[in-house]
């Protein structure tokens, strides 16, 4: 199975930070790296979808990169409703696997 | 608009097994891949596996080959997830996903205990 390594686990951060949020992936899944946002009790909410492509309705100040194995969900500015879990996933190749999650927490 | 409407919370004994469902408005599930997701008590996502509803196929996690079993309807427009022989350890919220995750359920939360 391909492993998606997150990191960090949690992160401590200010409100107008920039945030990265990162994915390593075992092996190569080319451009098919999802991003989800999710708030307490919540479903999750697809921001970044093919590494790159921001979902309908994300904020502009959500992006997403790639640079080889490793996939970045970066946050300019953040606001308060930005702080929530953050998950990662792979879906070149079954079974899909998620990253562990990246919690961020106000400072 | 798209909905994913799942079932309520389910309590259930060890040993025994619960079917979640799945009700979609706005999107016919023949046209996409219907993904089954849990969420353990503060922990990540899971992902437990897929059925095509067009034809029925299913692929699942190898952890979850033998605790879930996938099915669909088609006329409906809902799918469903079975789990058997519940474990104190299938205790966790269970999600249903479509259109490329870009659609999930609210989730339906299932516990098990005696």
């Known amino acids: 199975d391909i492993q998606m390594t997150q990191s960090p686990s949690s992160m401590s951060v200010s409100l107008g930070d920039t945030v990265t949020i990162t994915c390593r992936a075992s092996?190569?899944?080319?451009?098919?790296v999802n991003w989800f946002q999710q708030k307490p009790g919540k479903s999750p909410r697809r921001m970044i979808y093919?590494?790159?492509n921001l979902a309908d309705g994300v904020p502009s100040r959500f992006s997403g990169s790639r640079s080889g194995s490793d996939y970045s969900l970066t946050i300019s500015s953040l606001e308060s409703e930005d702080v929530a879990d953050y998950h990662c996933?792979?879906?070149?190749?079954?079974?899909?696997?998620f990253g562990g999650g990246t919690k961020l927490e106000l400072k | 608009e798209v909905q994913l409407q799942q079932s309520g919370a389910e309590l259930g004994k060890p040993g025994t097994s619960v079917k979640l469902s799945c009700k979609v408005s706005?999107?016919?599930?023949?046209?996409?891949?219907m993904h089954w997701v849990n969420q353990r008590p503060g922990k990540g996502l899971e992902w437990i596996g897929r059925?095509?509803?067009?034809?029925?196929?299913?692929i699942y996690a190898e952890k979850f080959k033998s605790k879930a079993t996938l099915t669909a309807d088609t006329s409906s427009n809902t799918a469903y997830m079975q789990l058997s022989q519940l474990k104190s350890d299938d205790t966790a919220i269970y999600f249903c996903?479509?259109?490329?995750?870009?659609?999930w359920g609210q989730g339906t939360l299932v516990t098990v205990s005696s």
């Open positions: 706005g999107y016919n599930i023949r046209n996409t891949y």
């Open positions: 092996q190569d899944v080319g451009i098919y």
């Open positions: 996933l792979q879906y070149d190749e079954y079974p899909r696997t």
């Open positions: 093919r590494a790159t």
């Open positions: 059925i095509d509803p067009a034809n029925g196929n299913t």
């Open positions: 996903a479509i259109g490329g995750f870009a659609y």
